[in-house]
């Protein structure tokens, strides 16, 4: 993949013909595997992450809390995600990453109802695109909400990047690359919280915080989805 | 797999009332302000068979930054750059919580969280390590070696880092025929070419208040933590927010105004350790 000459045009559009502030089209499902106790399925674009729960399930000794569930999260790109094959090991970025989005959800899982257990969250990215852990966020939200978990609120998750000075939402993968910035924003609106941010890139301070201005508002787009999809799986539900 | 923190000191906890009441009348517990670091010594050149070296302390945390260059292969898509390898240690003499054994969460985060706010902002220009454009390159590892814990391994970790990149000097070394790299014993007088200088700034959210610099009680009492770098300019190269609490847009803002006012502090200090550097070593000849 070479660097772009350009990422946005003189009408304003993206290389895929994105708006800076529109965000790639978005598939959600919940319930998507059998064995998990919560699941989903999220797409952005070609961005596409599988998350599992199982839990709350009695804790490893090691592990136990006294006063509240024991989250473990796991972030993991399958061998076939990326454009070279990746080596399944769990690389230094895999690790941070699971770090980061266990303390994303820490703040939403209402851990202190399950004290000793363990629930376990598992996020593959099936295939990649940039955006792979805000993906993950989000379908992790949902999965906690499909297995039935206690939580404060949902979450979703959203990158916002610059190119050709100007911010953009939801970097694609040449975007993420090439681009001046990538910074990847996870936040419960129903709370008002922020619960990851990251930067890799430089911006002034003015853009960091219109950056997390426009990230908030397509978080705000992307939970009523997953309501969307929780509330109409429930209605399948109730069908069958 | 990532886990809830499961080895967690409990005392800080217990004492986190009495904590919040000196915050309530603007005060902390080592007499600071919310707004000031601790007290900071920064030595370079502390070891002689690196590179570059450096140790720090902030309060009782103590970091020593080690930098070895050694010729090797640039990376397939960067043929005419050098390498940076940043990696940090928490060594296990530094704290009780720390274990033997691979690099864990923490460290990899720590490691990762400096190299990029030095890689995205170029502060190392890493095209002037190039020895034969696509052959052979100087790869720069800078290991971060965390000697004693109290809190906020970031910011030391990064003036740490800063100080010994500052005042590393290249190798002397002779192309051989067979093409090889033999890099001699001697130390040549040539510094990095470094394009700017970075700092960290780590603020603590303990309920509703936002404070610099915390040290190891305050990190445990706090529900998160951000790291924000900047350069001199006071351009944002760097962040992430650290632990497992949320933060609103309006206690983000608040961290960025307070981070990049600490900054300058950071800044100078670091330019003060540097210039005495400097005088001592004219001092020497």
């Known amino acids: ?240 | 797999m990532s886990t809830t923190p499961f080895r967690v000191q409990i005392i800080p906890k217990i004492k986190k009332e009495s904590y919040l009441n000196l915050y309530r009348k603007g005060q902390r517990a080592d007499e600071r302000d919310f707004y000031s670091p601790r007290k900071i010594s920064i030595q370079t050149n502390v070891l002689e068979k690196a590179n570059g070296s450096s140790l720090v302390k902030l309060g009782n945390t103590q970091v020593m930054a080690g930098i070895k260059i050694e010729p090797g292969e640039p990376f397939f898509d960067t043929p005419d750059q050098g390498v940076l390898q940043v990696h940090a240690e928490l060594v296990p003499l530094a704290s009780p919580q720390f274990e033997p054994g691979p690099p864990d969460e923490n460290s990899i985060e720590l490691a990762r969280v400096i190299d990029r706010s030095l890689r995205d902002p170029k502060a190392v220009d890493l095209n002037s390590l190039v020895i034969r454009p696509g052959d052979k390159v100087w790869m720069i590892w800078l290991d971060l070696y965390i000697l004693d814990y109290d809190g906020n391994l970031f910011d030391a970790s990064m003036l740490a880092a800063m100080a010994a990149l500052l005042t590393a000097k290249m190798p002397e070394y002779e192309e051989l025929e067979t093409g090889e790299i033999k890099i001699s014993k001697n130390i040549s007088n040539n510094p990095i070419k470094i394009n700017k200088k970075v700092v960290t700034v780590t603020t603590a959210k303990v309920e509703n208040y936002i404070l610099v610099d915390p040290n190891l009680d305050e990190e445990i009492i706090s529900d998160t933590k951000s790291v924000i770098a900047f350069d001199e300019q006071g351009n944002i190269v760097g962040a992430q927010k650290t632990g497992m609490g949320s933060l609103s847009q309006e206690e983000i803002d608040n961290i960025i105004n307070v981070s990049s006012s600490a900054a300058q502090v950071y800044f100078k200090l670091l330019n003060d350790a540097l210039k005495s550097e400097v005088k001592e070593e004219k001092g020497d000849k």
């Open chain 1, 1 to 240: 993949m070479a660097r772009p000459q350009r990422f946005i045009d003189d009408e304003g559009k993206r290389l895929d013909g994105r708006k800076p502030d529109e965000i790639r089209p978005v598939k959600m499902q919940v319930g998507v595997l059998s064995n998990a106790d919560g699941s989903a399925l999220v797409e952005y674009g070609l961005t596409k992450v599988l998350a599992a729960v199982y839990g709350p399930k009695e804790s490893q000794k090691s592990i136990s809390l006294p006063d509240r569930a024991s989250l473990r999260v796991r972030y993991h790109m399958a061998p076939f995600s990326t454009e070279e094959r990746k080596n399944p090991a769990p690389s230094r970025r895999e690790v941070e990453l699971s770090k980061v989005l266990r303390e994303s959800l820490e703040p939403i899982v209402i851990t202190d109802y399950f004290p000793r257990t363990s629930i376990d969250i598992f996020i593959e990215v099936l295939q990649s695109d940039g955006g792979t852990r805000t993906v993950g966020a989000t379908a992790a939200s949902l999965a906690l909400a499909d297995a039935g978990i206690p939580m404060k609120a949902l979450v979703a998750g959203v990158a916002i990047g610059k190119v050709d000075n100007v911010l953009i939402v939801d970097l694609n993968e040449v975007e993420d690359m090439y681009g001046d910035a990538d910074m990847p924003i996870v936040a419960a609106p129903d709370l008002g919280q922020i619960t990851l941010y990251q930067l890799n890139g430089v911006l002034s301070k003015e853009e960091f915080h219109n950056a997390i201005d426009m990230a908030m508002k397509v978080i705000n787009k992307l939970v009523d989805i997953e309501k969307e999809t929780l509330r109409n799986s429930y209605k399948e539900a109730g069908e069958e």
